[in-house]
T-cell receptor, first 112, second 113 residues
Framework: AQSVAQPEDQVNVAEGNPLTVKCTYSVSGNPYLFWYVQYPNRGLQFLLKYITGDNLVKGSYGFEAEFNKSQTSFHLKKPSALVSDSALYFCAVSPTTDKLIFGTGTRLQVFP | DGGITQSPKYLFRKEGQNVTLSCEQNLNHDAMYWYRQDPGQGLRLIYYSQIVNDFQKGDIAEGYSVSREKKESFPLTVTSAQKNPTAFYLC????????????FGDGTRLSIL
């Protein structure tokens, strides 16, 4: 079965430190990969996507993600976390259809 | 500004009642989607549509119905057959094509009275 795993329910990091939110996937073929962010009582906002090419993808608000085909991972990173980055983050995978498969989400908490 | 509008923001349903959630977009997108979000379960696809007058069931379609009579609109009806309707419902739209990001509305929170 096709699936996306976000192994950490919550990630805690101090402001100014680097952050990583992990995502692994199990999908046949060469899927497209996405990260979204959700603030309380709001919809999801698109951060970045990997289609093909460079394994390091840069996105909105200083976020980037590293694609690793051999490990089937697509971890979200940011060099210096802000308190305002505190939110719920979703990894999603699109197989060769128009449907997205979402992970269960990781809550990022950035402490001042 | 272009975007997706969901209404109402909060909705309450009585036992045995059908309720309809509205979703309108002015992004000129062909594809539209309905998701259900429950704590700790991520987003699950209810229905999606890639063209007017056509739609497909997602992973959890039982107890829900949709229509797509206009490109801009994709209403979702939660029927009385849905025994556990309390959730946060999200509508999204996109350009057709699996490498296109989906754009989301701000959701409707449905609760049972």
């Amino acid at each position: 079965a096709q699936s996306v795993a976000q192994p950490e329910d919550q990630v805690n990091v101090a402001e100014g430190n680097p952050l990583t939110v992990k995502c692994t996937y199990s999908v046949s073929g060469n899927p497209y990969l996405f990260w979204y962010v959700q603030y309380p009582n709001r919809g999801l906002q698109f951060l970045l996507k990997y289609i093909t090419g460079d394994n390091l993808v840069k996105g909105s608000y200083g976020f980037e993600a590293e694609f690793n085909k051999s490990q089937t991972s697509f971890h979200l990173k940011k060099p210096s976390a802000l308190v305002s980055d505190s939110a719920l983050y979703f990894c999603a995978v699109s197989p060769t259809t128009d449907k997205l498969i979402f992970g269960t989400g990781t809550r990022l908490q950035v402490f001042p | 500004d272009g975007g997706i509008t969901q209404s109402p923001k909060y909705l309450f349903r009585k036992e045995g009642q059908n309720v309809t959630l509205s979703c309108e977009q002015n992004l000129n997108h062909d594809a539209m989607y309905w998701y259900r979000q429950d704590p700790g379960q991520g987003l699950r696809l209810i229905y999606y549509s890639q063209i007017v007058n056509d739609f497909q069931k997602g992973d959890i379609a039982e107890g829900y119905s949709v229509s797509r009579e206009k490109k801009e609109s994709f209403p979702l009806t939660v029927t009385s057959a849905q025994k556990n309707p309390t959730a946060f419902y999200l509508c999204a739209s996109s350009i057709v094509g699996s490498n296109q990001p989906q754009h989301f509305g701000d959701g409707t929170r449905l609760s049972i009275l």
